[in-house]
C-alpha cells in the first residue's frame, strides 16, 4: 500500500511512499491520456527513487495506482462513511466497463 509522503505536495518529491503488500491481479482499462501520465508520474517516482538515495525496489506502476485509490478511499467521506457501516454492496471490477468511454 502506498502511504502519504508528509511534506512533499510542495514539490519535494512523490507523494507516496511504497511498501511491499501483497497484490492481486485486476485487469482494466484506462484512456490513454491516463496512462500516459501513469508512465510519466512512474518516470518521476523511479528519477527521485534513484537521485534521492532511496534504497530498496524502485515503484511499479500496479503501486501507483493501488496508492491512488487508496488515497481516493481515505478522502472521500461518503465511501467511509459506507464502509464503516458495513453496508454497501461489491461490484467485480471491470463488469461494467465498456470498450469506450
Known sequence: MAKKSEGSIGGGGPILQFDRETFRDLKMKLREGTVDLLERYLGYCVDH??????????????????????RLFNIDKGFQKIVASGKGKKAVAGSTSSGTA
Open 49 to 70: 527513487h534513484e537521485n534521492s538515495g532511496a534504497k530498496g525496489e524502485k515503484p511499479k506502476a500496479d503501486e501507483i495506482v493501488d496508492g491512488a485509490l487508496q
